[in-house]
């Protein structure tokens, strides 16, 4: 049933963009947006949320002209507009900014942001002008930098400011933000409400695509929500409870979900030990490291970005090579020389970065899923495309992955999807060590709930899962023994009633466990 949108005229409500009945087919089995509505205000901060597969991401895509809309109308200030490429609708006022920032890291930050509408002088790119116009801009977004360095001089959070202020002085109407908090520190983000804040006083209508229901509530006045290609209802964020949204969002009850995420036991203490490290160093990675990994538990392991967490996993995976130290599989000594050593002695392994470490885009799901396990099976044991046929169709199935065939290219799946199927590659392969390595970064709410279970389901079934997230509140569902890592190192291991969020912050920081947090 669709949502109620909120009282008011739109004189009142002073409506700045309008769209009305958008659908987007890409074929008949393939409908991605079925008569979606989505307005916004003025002066305004709107979140745009639903799972994976919803249809924000085609939804913007029509708004900004990378994709044709299959049927609807869109009204910015009144005017209908039909913009074909994203070049039409930053002319008309639009512009986009996503969680990549896609501007060019070898050119100097003043290059960027004129790039395609540089001012000439006498025949010549007035490079005077585009440098001191640059200055001026980012000192309205409080960014003291200097323009003429290169992009990538600088960290992703002023990267990711520079976009904005790149795409405000283009379109000064309506700016999309599409995940862009996923890779910022909380003070980044902090300091990235501060110049949203700013823009809604200056009267821009601001559309805010995230996963994290914590920033929609600190920062959001209104609350769009579709599931499936279809618009649930758009809703004042003040008025509308979190669970209600989460429901609103999943069609589902959450908290059902929730509670077999929880209440299921992620440890086996008495375990066979399958993997044991022994005072373990590698080159440029961790030091003198201790671990043990038994059967059937979850075991998380926290820390910073950098403190050792997925250098231990690549280690594990034969990725990096041990330079001192035993690591053993099973009470055997193990000399993991590659990958596919690992993978034979029964490891799996999802990376963090799935877009260059995890998928083959232009690859079908099916082949995506049958590549970890053809790898196990080597190259004179071809898997047939029958078998093949099944395996996806059987992970399809176990893991509700969102897609109209098996067939279908990877890279045309929502990130949650792409997800599940990079975790159907390995347990394709029936591992005895499956580590995820940041597995529901950048993927809906939803969605990363449904991961959680499937962890602890299969714990239960006898399968050790290593968890690596930067998320403490998911590593509490799910784990029941965790390593805190820093500088490379570990610092302390806590379990059953000693781990808490408190406990765990303060061994990431450097403190004692006595050691008040203010």
Known sequence: MKGKK???????KKELLTMNHISKHFSAAVIALDDVEFRLNRGEIHALLGE????????????????ERTAGTVFLEGNEIYPKSPQEAQQAGISTVYQEVNLCPNLSVAENIYIGREPVKGGRIDWKTINANAAALLKKFDLDISVTRTLDSYSVAIQQMIAIARACDISARVLILDEPTSSLSTAEVEKLFEIMKKLKSQGMGIVFVTHFLDQVYEVCDRITVLR???????YE??????VELVGKMLGKDYDKLNAVTASEDGSREDGEILVEMDH????GTIEDFDLTIRRGEVLGLSGLLGSGRSETARLIFGVDQVEK???????KKAALKTP???IREGVAFCPENRKTEGIIGDLSIRDNIILALQAKKGMFAAITRQEAERIADEYIEKLEIKTPSRDQLIKNLSGGNQQKVILARWLATDPDLLMLDEPTRGIDIGTKAEIQKIVVDLARKGMSVLFISSEIDEMLRCCKRMVVLRNLKKVTEL???EISEGEIMRYIAGGEANEKVE
Do not use: C, F, W
Not at 228 to 234: E, L, M
Not at 280 to 283: N, R, T, Y
Not at 325 to 331: F, I, N, S, V
């Open 228 to 234: 499936n290609g279809k618009y649930v209802g758009t």
């Open 237 to 242: 964020t003040e008025h509308l409870p979190r």
């Open 280 to 283: 373990v160093s590698g080159l």
């Open 340 to 342: 596919l050593d690992a």
């Open 495 to 497: 379990k059953g009633q």
């Open 6 to 12: 909120e009282g008011g005229s739109m004189e009142e």
């Open 52 to 67: 994976n597969g919803a249809g924000k991401s085609t939804l913007i895509k029509v708004l900004t002209g990378v994709e």
């Open 325 to 331: 130290g035993q690591l053993k599989m099973k009470g």
